[in-house]
């Protein structure tokens, strides 16, 4: 994950061999940082995310995800 980049995370656990997500959320700055102080982060085992290009992008893949 490159520091400084916006983009969007899930947070979520496996059930069945499945990711299943429990909360999205986004950053328009920096997604490494965000990532890292999100109180939920220690209430999920797994986490995916994807860096964007800008927080356009980034909100567009955070309600891509909530879907």
Same mark, same amino acid.
């Not at 059930?15 to 999100?38: A, H, K, N, P």
């Not at 209430?43 to 891509?64: G, P, S, T, V």
């Given at each position: ?5 916006p983009? &969007? ?9 499945? %990711?299943e ?6 950053s328009?700055?920096?997604?490494q ?9 220690w209430?999920f085992?797994? %986490?995916? %995310? ?7 992008e ?6 891509e995800? &909530?879907?």
């Amino acid at each position: 994950m490159e520091p400084g980049r916006p983009g &969007a995370y899930a947070l979520g656990y496996s059930r069945e061999g499945q %990711f299943e997500i429990g909360y999205v959320d986004r950053s328009d700055t920096c997604l490494q940082s965000r990532l890292v102080t999100d109180n939920y982060l220690w209430r999920f085992d797994y %986490f995916i %995310f994807q860096q964007a290009k800008n927080e356009y992008e980034a909100y567009a893949l955070e309600c891509e995800r &909530a879907r």
